[in-house]
């Protein structure tokens, strides 16, 4: 028999690449390998993100790129899924548009990725398989992770948040929870398996456990997660900053395996952009986490995400996000333009900002980010940091590159063999997004 083989390609967030490695684990467990060239793929899956219009232009981009292989191939199938795939307007238009795609299928049905496929491969006709809401948790999936050291673990699904400017609630659903039991007996499975690093994921991990009948929350889980031997370190994403309180923040403390690195969203430095956003905190509050987090924890890397060019945002309120970067200090920042949502409040506001000035001001941004990161990595020079290495580094294959518990990425010279490896690196150089060092055992 030939071999066969699949290519997906992921847009987005770490949500969506641990949805493409379950994708990935099914199409391996019927028999289909990796490949990089899409020439040569019997399976294209476009797993797709709406968060800004940006991300769906390219998508769009793609799925016309593909017509020619269809054309070139009728057997190869085509899906699409994730966020994208959540709004009606877009499914429209792929099945108008697109007739070269052979399945859709939004995030609430994954699971349903493989009797889709096979259906596709005997009916020969496009499928559209989307739920407005997630009925269930995913059922288990298998899943093929890309590395043997390190993997992503969903703990709650969804958001109930509704930020004004954000589409995640629309299309990811409310907030579900995964059973403690379930998140604990899954991570000890693949600490046995030689993982050393854990992402917990969710849209807001710290609503953990909220919708529960019985009292669990975040920071049970993760004392009940410390606990598990082999593992090394635990890392969350995302917690939003009103519901960071001080149990959790004494809970990562106290825990020698949550890594020492806080992302903590700010969005925007103006009360009035901050309250028309829905963030649920004001400057003030958010100033006040991170004092509370830094006199716990004074060696805490903190990071955040950002957004410029919300409607109504004026000169003074971008100001107060600059004079907001220039207080806090964090180690490293996201920073995004506001993008229209349609079906979001936001998308509506009246004042929407030019696209100019929306350019002017993230480029403001990024220049005092970078020089607020040079300065603070300032402090890593000398010190003996242990660095879980990643493997060659993308920009110099000659050289190593991995992360410290505060995540900073660091490049040293060593054998790849060490790839999966805590080692001790001594850091001699510094620039604003890396360090530069050398091992020391
Ligand atoms: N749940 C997380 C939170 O509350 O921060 C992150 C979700 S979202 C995938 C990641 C980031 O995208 C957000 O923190 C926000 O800065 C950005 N984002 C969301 N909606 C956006 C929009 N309409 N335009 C531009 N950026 C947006
Ligand atoms: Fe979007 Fe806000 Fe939910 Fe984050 S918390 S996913 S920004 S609605």
């Known amino acids: 028999m030939r ?8 847009y987005g967030c770490q949500m969506n690449e641990h949805d493409s490695e379950k994708i990935a684990g099914v199409l ?11 020439e040569q793929a019997d399976v294209i899956i476009l797993n797709t993100c709406c968060i800004r219009e940006k991300a769906e232009l390219k998508v769009f981009g793609k799925v016309g790129e593909l017509k020619h292989l269809k054309r070139k191939n009728p057997d190869l199938i085509i899906g699409i899924c994730g966020c994208m795939m959540q709004q009606e307007d877009v499914v429209a238009e792929i099945k108008e548009k697109y007739s070269h795609v052979d399945i859709v299928f939004g995030t609430h049905n994954i699971h349903q990725f493989e009797e889709l496929l096979k259906e596709a491969q005997l009916k020969r006709e496009p499928l559209v398989k989307v739920w407005d809401e997630g009925k269930e ?5 298998p899943v093929r992770r890309e590395e043997d050291y390190r993997a992503y673990v969903t703990i709650i699904y969804g958001c109930d948040n509704f930020c004004t400017y954000c589409i995640v609630p629309h299309v990811r659903g409310r907030e579900r929870s995964r059973p403690l039991a379930d998140i604990v007996a899954e991570i000890k499975e693949l600490a046995t398996d030689g993982v050393k690093e854990v992402m917990l994921l969710g849209q807001n991990v710290n609503s953990y456990g909220q919708d529960f009948e019985q009292e669990v929350d975040f920071s049970q889980l993760l004392t009940e997660i410390n606990q598990i031997e082999d593992l090394k ?22 825990l020698d395996k949550v890594c020492n690195q806080f992302h903590l969203p700010v969005q925007a430095g103006s009360n009035k952009i901050l309250a028309e956003m829905n963030r649920g905190y004001t400057r003030e509050e958010y100033i006040q986490l991170i004092e509370k987090i830094r006199a716990k924890n004074p060696n805490a890397a903190i990071s955040t995400d950002v957004m410029v060019g919300f409607p109504g945002e004026t000169e003074k309120d971008f100001a107060d996000t ?3 970067f220039k207080q806090v200090k964090f180690d490293m920042a996201y920073s995004f333009i506001y993008s229209q949502r349609s079906g979001t ?8 900002v030019a696209e100019e000035v929306k350019k002017e001001r993230l480029q403001k941004l990024l220049d005092l980010q970078s020089e607020i990161s040079r300065e603070q990595n300032k402090s890593y020079l000398g010190q003996t940091v242990e660095v879980l290495i990643e493997g060659p580094s993308k920009k110099d294959k000659s050289k190593l590159s991995g992360r410290t518990r505060s995540n900073k990425i660091v490049i040293c010279e060593g054998s790849d063999d060490l ?8 850091i ?11 091992i020391t055992d």
Do not use: C
């Open 3 to 10: 071999d066969e083989f699949f290519k997906i390609k992921t």
């Open 28 to 38: 391996e467990e019927k028999g289909y390998q990796p490949t990089e060239e899409l």
């Open 137 to 141: 948790l995913i059922p288990k999936m």
């Open 233 to 254: 370190r635990i890392r969350y994403m995302t917690s939003h900053p009103r519901d960071f309180n001080q149990k959790l923040i004494d809970t990562v403390s106290r």
């Open 322 to 324: 600059l004079d907001l």
């Open 345 to 352: 409040p936001a998308a509506e506001y009246k004042e929407q």
């Open 419 to 426: 790839t999966g490896e805590l080692i001790n690196v001594k």
């Open 428 to 438: 001699k150089k510094v620039q604003s997004w890396t360090l530069f060092g050398e």
